[in-house]
């Protein structure tokens, strides 16, 4: 049997009713309350109170308290008016459980509303993620393809100024061949003059000089065709030597340093996932599923292990680089550990994972700044953590722990700025 409340106390203005109700020994909950316009029930077992009301009230805006054991509630009238009494007395019974029953419809369609409106507003939310995440990809793959197309014209540039410059070259070479031919026919031209000279000299003389038989042609032509073909070249070998190369590329195309640069970041990759690997092949299949060392890392931080929970969210980012809350949380355990530069790395690595800030992430976002502030404030760089505290004031303004953690630092900078 429950034990119904008598011992309540209540006061009222024109516009307001304030109720006090002791729940002695009891813990009491928003979950054990419920509140429509016209109808007020607690249910804290043994305890049970059940009143209808003697006017409707404005159950919005209406609050309850919990302080002590005891609640106090502050019900606003919509109706400026004082009741004669907090409860309907002598009333229809059939009207007060009709009353009751109405109460309780309210009451689930209220929440079936505001189920249906969370449900929108998740879906909003996701949809405006999403599109951020769109664009923010679309950014990124313009800017990928820009700087592609700047690298395809600085190439071509580079090809055309080289394809100039062998041009140029050839150009050279022909001019240097027509210049050689040009002195060799002038040579040729020079003897064939001579040769003519010494035809005219011994005309007479040869007509006289009988020819031998069976002879014919003239010496001198023969002697000038001779002259007038250069000797075969004699034969030989080139031998051509090639430099070993990694890229494709001819070593006159390239740019050593950043092709050095390049091979290092990748050797020093290697050596990472290799490394990586060797931690990694032996775990179990469950340890390696960056959830299950998540919720692991939570125990080992709920129990104080704060060493083990490290190295649970270690082995999870191993896994898995690109999932903030294993950064957030390990933050935490640096800061319970007083490893203040690294609960500064994280928290930051965390905020840069958080993109695009939507209203899903904001508790999030809000642990960050909150976590690199106080390891900054402990390092005694207040400045910069009221900046955090201020970043995370913006995400959430009603929250009044941390409208007085900034008062405080604010206090200490001014302190600070007095003493100098």
Not at 6 to 31: C, E, I, K
Not at 128 to 150: H, P, Q, S
Not at 300 to 320: C, E, K, P, R, S
Request: with cysteine; net charge positive; proline share 4%.
């Amino acid at each position: 049997m429950p034990v119904w409340v008598r011992d309540y106390s209540w006061r009222q203005t024109d516009t307001a009713v304030f109720l006090s109700l002791p729940m002695r020994g009891a813990r009491v909950t928003q979950a054990n309350i419920f509140c429509s316009d016209q109808y007020l029930k607690v249910n804290v077992p043994p305890f049970l109170f059940e009143a209808i009301l003697y006017a409707p009230v404005d159950d919005t805006s209406s609050t309850a308290k919990i302080r002590n054991e005891t609640i106090f509630f502050t019900l606003y009238k919509k109706e400026v008016a004082m009741w004669e009494s907090l409860v309907m007395e002598n009333g229809d019974k059939e009207k007060m459980q009709r009353i009751r029953e109405n109460a309780v419809i309210k009451a689930q369609e209220k929440a079936d509303e505001e189920e249906k409106s969370k449900a929108v507003t998740k879906r909003e939310h996701k949809k405006f993620a999403l599109e951020a995440t769109m664009k923010l990809e679309e950014t990124e793959r313009k800017r990928i393809e820009n700087l592609k197309e700047e690298e395809r014209q600085k190439v071509t540039e580079e090809l055309e100024i080289w394809k100039e410059k062998q041009r140029n070259e050839e150009k050279q070479r022909r001019i240097q061949r027509e210049e050689e031919i040009r002195r060799e026919r002038k040579l040729i031209e020079k003897k064939k003059q001579e040769i003519n000279k010494t035809l005219k000299a011994g005309t007479s003389k040869a007509r006289s000089i009988p020819t031998k038989a069976g002879s014919s042609g003239n010496i001198f032509s023969e002697k000038l065709k001779e002259e007038s073909f250069p000797a075969p070249r004699s034969a030989g070998t080139i031998k051509i030597s090639f430099t070993s190369r990694v890229f494709p590329t001819a070593l006159r195309e390239s740019r050593v340093a950043e092709e050095e640069e390049w091979l290092h970041k990748q050797a020093e990759a290697r050596r990472a996932m290799n490394a990586n690997f060797s931690e990694l092949k032996d775990l179990n299949e469950e340890e390696k599923n960056p959830d299950w060392l998540k919720d692991k890392g939570n125990k080992m931080f709920a129990t104080g292990n704060y060493l083990a929970a490290v190295n649970a969210y270690n082995l999870a980012i191993l896994l898995n680089n690109k999932i903030p809350v294993l950064y957030l949380n390990r933050a935490a355990c640096h800061l319970k550990l007083r490893n203040l530069h690294k609960t500064i790395e994280d928290s930051s690595k965390a905020l840069e994972l958080l993109i695009p800030p939507v209203p899903d992430n904001a508790d999030a976002r809000v642990k960050a700044y909150v976590r690199r502030g106080t390891a900054f404030c402990q390092l005694e760089l207040y400045a910069e953590g009221l900046q955090d505290y201020e970043a995370a004031l913006k995400i959430d303004p009603t929250n009044k722990t941390l409208e007085q953690d900034a008062e405080k630092i604010q206090h200490i900078i001014h302190g600070t700025a007095q003493d100098s």
